[in-house]
């Protein structure tokens, strides 16, 4: 499908307009159109690879990211916290 995998980090994928994060059984798609992403996900439900597609990246590993002003992003993981 056009990814290669990152040097830097092995669980990052890149491809021209989709970029992959894998880890374990949770995978993440960034892409400035929904479209590229779709695509990839027929391409993968093609090769018959169950998915369960969520609207928002909340629930990442247990994560919770925030878009903030100027571009910044937070992320927390209070319910792993909370857990520890």
């Known amino acids: ?21 894998v880890y374990v059984d949770d995978t993440l798609f960034f892409s400035p159109y929904v ?9 993968l439900k093609g090769l018959k690879i ?3 597609v969520e609207d928002d990246v909340a629930g990442f590993l247990g994560a919770l990211i925030k ?8 992320l927390t993981q ?6 520890i």
Do not use: Y
């Open 35 to 43: 479209s590229d992403i779709d695509r990839i996900l027929e391409k």
């Open 1 to 21: 499908m056009g990814f290669k995998q990152s040097e830097a980090d092995p669980c990052l994928f890149i491809s021209e307009k989709v970029i992959c994060l």
């Open 78 to 83: 209070t319910g792993l916290i909370k857990r």
């Open 50 to 52: 169950e998915l369960n």
């Open 67 to 74: 878009k903030l002003d100027e571009g910044r992003i937070e």
